[in-house]
Each structure stands twice: as structure tokens, then as C-alpha cells.
């Protein structure tokens, strides 16, 4: 069992930035592939970026890649988004989460999930 729990997210203004934080427990980070992805009103989950356990490569949607960065933190066993730039099409609730059995970008794929945090941005 894992567990995440994702904090860090708030109100900002357009250009502003934010990093968002996703603490695990029950499994390290250093040994899972990691998601984060985000909902908009009214608009299916979709992937934003992700950090592969084995050597941490990592993906990136088309509209967040230059201004997103995904890292993780091994000690702390926590998983990080970077989001710089923001604009107010990023306002979603963003959802990390763990252990894709498929694709990385497939949210269907990912066994474990966060509550969520939610990210408005005004223009």
C-alpha cells in the first residue's frame, strides 16, 4: 500500500510560480515511477508530467513542457512540481501519483493516488 499526500498549491497571479510537494509513504520514491496530473472543471484528468523510478527520466505534457520540472528527493521520500510561468489555463486540481502498470501518461495506468491540491491562477 502506498500512500501521497500533495500539498503546495494555492492562488497565484499569471507568471507567478508554485511547487508543488508529494510526500509518499509505504513505498520509497527512489523505487516507483511517479505521476503528476490535473483536473479542470468540467475536463478529464490529464498527465502533466512523470519521473521513472529506474533512472529518473522524465516526460512532460506539450503545454507545461519549459515551464514544469518534476524532481524527487530520495531522503524524503517526496516528489516535487516545479511549475513556473503559470498561466490561468493551469488552474486545475493536481493529483500525484504512483506505480503506472502501463504507460506513464495513462492515468488508468496508476495504482495509487493523492487527494489532490488545488492550483488557481488569475489573469
Known amino acids: 500500500q502506498v500512500q501521497l499526500v500533495e500539498s503546495g498549491g494555492g492562488l497565484v497571479q499569471a507568471g507567478d510560480s508554485l511547487r508543488l510537494s508529494c510526500a509518499a509513504s509505504?513505498?520509497?520514491?527512489?523505487?516507483?515511477?511517479m505521476g503528476w496530473f490535473r483536473q479542470a472543471p468540467r475536463k478529464e484528468r490529464e498527465f502533466v508530467a512523470g519521473?521513472?523510478?529506474?533512472?529518473?527520466?522524465?516526460y512532460y505534457a506539450d503545454s507545461v513542457k519549459g515551464r514544469f520540472t518534476i524532481s524527487r528527493d530520495n531522503p524524503r521520500n517526496t516528489v516535487y512540481l516545479q511549475m513556473n510561468s503559470l498561466e490561468p489555463e493551469d488552474t486545475a486540481i493536481y493529483y500525484c501519483?504512483?506505480?503506472?502498470?502501463?504507460?506513464?501518461?495513462?492515468?488508468?495506468?496508476?495504482?495509487?493516488w493523492g487527494q489532490g491540491t488545488q492550483v488557481t491562477v488569475s489573469s
Open positions: 509505504g513505498r520509497t520514491v527512489s523505487s516507483s515511477t
Open positions: 501519483a504512483a506505480l503506472p502498470a502501463g504507460s506513464i501518461s495513462s492515468a488508468r495506468a496508476y495504482m495509487y
Open positions: 519521473i521513472r523510478w529506474s533512472d529518473s527520466y522524465t
